[in-house]
């Protein structure tokens, strides 16, 4: 019988804010990773090959990289959808009906403490 380090979600819960936090870290990582290598091979494209327009749309595609991914990792995890609480007159609330208080038995405890 061998044991896993994670316990398996069964449950509805929410991921906890420390596994959000790393997944959106993880996620802008690999984002700003993406742009050194854009520009690296633009000035591979334009100065080893001449391709000065190839370049040219990599350096323009790497300019908004940071904005992206900060944009993406500051996003939150989706909500729920809940259900849009809606006023229907067709339904009419009724007050239930409660009993009246029955006349109850009292039980007196002594009120000297010597007892």
Not at 9 to 28: C, D, K, Q
Not at 93 to 107: D, M
Request: aromatic content about 6%; hydrophobic content about 50%; proline content about 10%.
């Amino acid at each position: 019988m061998t044991r896993h380090d994670q316990p398996v979600l069964i449950t509805g819960a929410a991921v906890s804010p420390a596994e959000e936090f790393a997944a959106r870290r993880r996620r802008y990582s690999l984002i700003m990773s993406l742009r050194i290598p854009c520009l690296v091979v633009a000035g591979v494209l334009a100065l080893g090959f001449g391709w000065t327009i190839a370049a040219a749309v990599l350096v323009v595609a790497s300019v908004p990289l940071p904005w992206v991914a900060v944009l993406i990792a500051n996003d939150g995890p989706p909500r729920k959808a809940e259900p849009v609480a809606r006023y229907r007159s067709d339904r009419v609330l009724e007050t239930p009906s409660r009993p009246a208080l029955e006349s109850g038995v009292v039980i007196d405890a002594p009120t000297d403490r010597a007892a």
